[in-house]
C-alpha cells in the first residue's frame, strides 16, 4: 500500500557518512533511498534537515559547518538527486505535487527542516527557507531556541510555552503554508501551538506517552487536541519511543500497531500517520528501511483495522493535512 512517511533523517546520514557521492538513489550509508522507496510502493517521504548538535559533529568526526551552510549543502544534496532519477521521484511543495507527480509515475520528496535555531529569531529567515523548498518546520529540537522550549525530563522546562517570537512565527508559517510541527516541542509549547495555530498541525514523529512514557511522545490529552484541529502524528519507529521500558531497544511492527490503535482511540482515526525517523534511530528495528512498510501494514490488519482505516494512517490523513495546512 502507498504511504507517506513525515519524518527520516536521511539527509543527515549521507552528509556525515557519504558526503562526496552522496547518492540518494542507492545508498548503503541510510535506510532511505528511492530504489527501496520504489520497492516499498512509497508515495512520498520527508527528507528532513535535522540540524545536529555541536556533540553530534563532534561524534562523526566532522568540524561543526555554519547552520545557514549545512542548510544549503543538504538542500543542495536532495535536488541535486531529484534531478538525477525525474523520471523516479520529484520534490512536492504541497499534496497537489504529490497527487501531479503519482500521476506522472513519480515518488515524491518533501523537503522539511528539524530545529527551527536556524531561523534565529528573524522572520525573514522563515521566507527564506520557504523560498528555498521547505515545507515543515519542528519548532524545536532537545535545546532551547527562538521559538521556545524543548520536550524535558526537567518539569519546569517541559511546561515553558513558546517565546513572543514563536507565537508570532508559527502564525506567519501558516499564513506561508508550512507546516508548523510539535515533535521534540516541550508539553507547554504544544498547549500554545494548538492555542493559537487556526489551521491543523503536526507531530511528525511522535507516539502516546500512555505506552510509553517517553517525554517526546504524546499524552492523551495532547493526542485529542491534536485529532480535534484536524492534525496528526506520525508513528515513530524508533524503539525509546515504543516500548513502555525506554531501555529496550526492539522495535516491532506490533508496538506500532499498538500505538496507532490507542492514539485513534483517544484523538480519531484521522490523526494517525507515519513518521518512521528512519536514519534517527537505532536498536533491532523489524522494518529496518522504506521497503518494509507491508510489515507494518500486516501488524495493523492484526490489531483490527480495516483497510480503509490503515489508507487514512499510510497516507490519506497526512495528504488531508497537506491540503489544509501547506501551500
Ligand atoms: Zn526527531
Not at 500554545?192 to 492523551?220: E, G, M, Y
Not at 531501555?247 to 500517520?273: E, Q
Request: hydrophobic share 45%; with cysteine.
Amino acid at each position: 500500500m502507498k504511504f507517506i512517511d513525515m519524518h527520516c533523517d536521511s539527509l543527515m546520514q549521507l552528509f556525515f557518512q557519504d558526503k562526496e557521492k552522496a547518492d540518494l538513489f542507492s545508498s548503503a550509508a541510510t535506510s532511505v533511498d528511492f530504489k527501496r522507496m520504489k520497492e516499498g510502493d512509497q508515495l512520498a517521504q520527508f527528507f528532513a534537515v535535522f540540524l545536529p548538535p555541536v556533540e553530534g559533529y563532534k561524534m562523526m568526526g566532522i568540524e561543526p559547518v555554519p547552520d545557514d551552510v549545512y542548510i544549503q549543502a543538504l538542500h543542495d544534496a536532495l535536488m541535486k538527486n531529484l534531478e538525477q532519477y525525474p523520471e523516479t521521484i520529484a520534490l512536492a511543495k504541497n499534496a497537489a505535487d504529490i497527487k501531479a507527480n503519482l500521476a506522472a509515475g513519480k515518488m515524491s520528496a518533501v523537503l522539511t527542516m528539524e530545529d527551527g535555531r536556524a531561523v534565529d529569531g528573524k522572520m525573514e529567515k522563515i521566507k527564506e527557507f520557504y523560498d528555498m523548498g521547505f515545507r515543515a518546520l519542528s519548532l524545536t529540537w532537545n535545546a532551547h531556541n527562538c521559538f521556545g522550549a524543548p520536550n524535558s525530563k526537567d518539569s519546569v522546562i517541559m511546561q515553558e510555552g513558546l517565546t513572543d517570537f514563536g507565537k508570532e512565527a508559527i502564525v506567519y508559517m501558516q499564513e506561508l503554508g508550512m507546516l508548523v510541527d510539535v515533535s521534540h516541542l516541550s508539553d507547554g509549547g504544544f498547549y500554545d501551538v494548538a492555542k493559537i495555530c487556526k489551521k491543523p498541525f503536526v507531530a511528525t514523529h511522535s507516539n502516546a506517552r500512555a505506552l510509553c512514557p517517553h517525554q517526546r511522545n504524546l499524552t492523551d490529552d495532547m493526542i485529542k487536541i491534536l485529532g480535534n484541529a484536524g492534525g496528526a502524528t506520525g508513528i515513530n519507529f524508533g524503539p525509546e519511543f515504543l516500548n513502555e521500558d525506554i531501555t529496550c531497544k526492539d522495535s516491532t511492527a506490533a508496538l506500532m500497531a499498538k500505538h496507532a490503535r490507542h492514539i485513534a482511540d483517544v484523538g480519531g482515526i484521522d490523526c494517525v500517520g507515519i513518521g518512521s525517523d528512519f536514519d534517527g534511530i537505532m536498536g533491532n528495528l523489524e522494518i529496518s528501511d522504506c521497503s518494509k512498510l507491508a510489515v507494518l501494514e500486516s501488524a495493523l490488519v492484526k490489531e483490527g483495522f480495516s483497510g480503509d482505516e490503515i489508507e487514512k494512517i499510510f497516507y490519506k490523513n497526512v495528504l488531508r493535512v497537506m491540503e489544509d495546512a501547506m501551500k
